[in-house]
């Protein structure tokens, strides 16, 4: 599987911006797609992830009411609508696949059960 992230850029606070995020091969294989993103001087860090199987979603608490993540079956694609953006937003983000059967909502904060990354989009949110 290999993804494609797109969709960064710069906005004021307040702002909003849609990330996408294309598998292409064995895009038959993912069954969760999450998002993290790692700002600067700081470790990488979930944002939200949605299973495959019953869409069903996760995000981080930093999160909550302002992002949301979504699937088109029909382009094959994963959004992530960021609304009432934040300078603490600033971060590249990265979408991630994992392939693994059975994973419980609770767990899908932890990278390291991922087994695909994307190659990030850098989103700045200007004060």
């Known amino acids: 599987v290999q993804l494609q992230a797109s969709g960064g850029g710069l906005v004021q606070a307040g702002g909003s911006l849609r990330l996408s995020c294309a598998p292409s091969?064995?895009?038959?294989?993912?069954?969760?797609m999450g998002w993290f993103r790692r700002a600067p001087g700081q470790e990488r860090e979930f944002v939200t992830a949605?299973?495959?199987?019953?869409?069903?979603?996760r995000y981080a608490d930093s999160v909550k009411g302002r992002f949301t993540i979504s699937r088109d079956n029909a382009k094959n694609t994963v959004y992530l609508q960021m609304n009432s953006l934040k300078p603490e937003d600033t971060a590249v983000y990265y979408c991630?696949?994992?392939?693994?059967?059975?994973?419980?909502?609770?767990?899908?904060?932890?990278?390291?059960?991922?087994?695909?990354w994307g190659q990030g989009t850098l989103v700045t949110v200007s004060s």
């Open positions: 091969g064995r895009t038959d294989r993912w069954l969760i």
């Open positions: 991630a696949a994992a392939t693994r059967l059975n994973l419980i909502i609770g767990s899908l904060h932890r990278d390291d059960l991922y087994d695909y």
């Open positions: 949605m299973r495959r199987s019953d869409r069903n979603t």
